[in-house]
């Protein structure tokens, strides 16, 4: 059974930094592109950041400039350096990958989500 289990949100003031975490388990062959996706009340859920494979990053206009996207390939594990937070940003925070697991064809997988406050 193929995992993506997220850590690290919690409540911040306005200016302040969370790292989030997620870690890919079970029988994975290969990853791919990693992302972030983040969905706040009300809202549809929306893409934040992604990473591929080689390092290249792509960023949501509305979080460039304060977000990093950072993977650790020998640990399975895409990470997300949010800095200057702002209300806005407040939401439950999805991982995101494409990976090809064992017996099965390259397809997405998707973290239970994580859950970032921003207080003003």
């Known amino acids: 059974q193929v995992q993506l289990v997220e850590s690290g949100g919690g409540l911040v003031q306005a200016g302040g930094s969370l790292r989030l975490s997620c870690a890919a388990s079970?029988?994975?062959?290969?990853?791919?592109?990693m992302g972030w996706y983040r969905q706040a009340p009300g809202k549809q859920r929306e893409y934040v950041a992604r990473?591929?494979?080689?390092?290249?990053?792509d960023y949501a206009d509305s979080v460039k400039g304060r977000f990093t996207i950072f993977r650790d390939n020998a640990l399975n594990t895409v990470y997300l350096q949010m800095n200057s937070l702002k209300p806005e940003d407040t939401a439950v925070y999805y991982c995101?990958?494409?990976?090809?697991?064992?017996?099965?064809?390259?397809?997405?997988?998707w973290g239970q989500g994580t859950q970032v406050t921003v207080s003003s």
């Open positions: 995101n990958g494409d990976l090809l697991v064992s017996g099965r064809d390259w397809d997405d997988y």
């Open positions: 990473i591929s494979s080689g390092g290249t990053t």
């Open positions: 079970g029988s994975i062959f290969s990853i791919n592109a």
